[in-house]
């Protein structure tokens, strides 16, 4: 698969869809979390009988929370059952994505994380941030596009990819299909977003210098603001990448796409045009590290 077809027109034999020349963002959900209303302070409401019985009762409900947040902090078992039920990559029952303790890198290539462990985190970190990169809005800048493909993937494979990915995202009728300007820019009014949220990585193979690590994620698209024809949407996928150890830091060089998992939609009222855009604006973006 050519790196550019990351947001390229995919056909059927990549997993996309025929009629859908975009097929690796937007989606077709908006939600908003509805927390439930409170009653706090009702002066009217009715005093327990017995002190102490309310003092039995909310000690027994802290100690059942300590308890709860114990229990997921310690990741579902003990050291020697985490250790005993890990998987070498690839086979089934892989062991899950979770903190490890081993610090984030510290080093950046322009805004993308670079200097990962030459290790299987180290993979996995890498191909997590990428995702952010390459679904970002940057990539719709040919300035933008550039830097964030000389980060990410390997010399040879960004050098040879340059101008296809040119083309793709400077197709003026692509562009005007997903309601951008011919430059790439959001019309007037308008916020262009583009991210991805990763929310876990697994080792599919790892050899040394190579590896091929699968991320899951969900994408938002779209353009928030009154009258937007192209309202910011979700979408789920997940990507493998082929990464390989190059000049001190992993790099792509080759990757396949495909839909989902995609979880079931809560009953969530969508946000309005204006909150979608302040919150994008507002709420930065991660760096991902195992």
């Not at 204006?274 to 991902?288: I, L, R």
């Amino acid at each position: 698969m050519s790196p550019g077809d990351e947001h390229d027109y995919r056909g059927k034999d990549q997993g996309g869809r025929a009629d859908d020349p975009y097929s690796t963002l937007g989606g077709t959900r908006q939600t908003r979390t509805r927390l439930p209303d409170g009653d706090p302070g009702n002066p009217g409401a009715r005093r327990p009988v017995r002190n102490s019985r309310s003092l039995v009762t909310i000690t027994g409900i802290v100690v059942l929370l300590v308890a709860a947040i114990a229990f997921a902090n310690r990741g579902g078992g003990s050291d020697d059952e985490a250790s005993s039920g890990a998987k070498s990559p690839g086979t089934a029952g892989s062991a899950p994505t979770a903190a490890t303790g081993t610090k984030p890198v510290e080093g950046r290539n322009g805004t993308i994380p670079s200097g990962f462990a030459h290790d299987e985190q180290g993979a996995q970190s890498a191909a997590a941030n990428y995702s952010v990169a390459l679904v970002s809005d940057g990539m719709f800048s040919r300035e933008r596009r550039r830097e964030i493909s000389k980060a990410v993937y390997a010399p040879d494979v960004a050098s040879a990819r340059r101008d296809d990915l040119d083309k793709v995202y400077s197709d003026e009728s692509f562009l005007a299909s997903i309601g951008l300007n011919p430059d790439g820019s959001a019309p007037e009014g308008l916020t262009f977003i583009s991210r991805a949220n990763p929310v876990g990585t697994k080792v599919e193979k790892y050899a040394g210098d190579t590896a091929s690590v699968a991320v899951w994620y969900s994408a938002l698209f779209g353009l928030a603001g009154e009258g937007s024809k192209n309202p910011v949407s979700e979408s789920w996928y997940t990507t493998t990448y082929e990464l390989r150890w190059v000049d001190g830091d992993w790099k792509i060089s080759d990757f396949q796409q495909e839909d989902g998992p995609v979880p079931v939609g809560r009953d969530q009222a969508a946000s309005s045009a204006e909150e979608m855009a302040d919150a994008v604006q507002q709420f930065g973006g991660f760096t991902y590290a195992r």
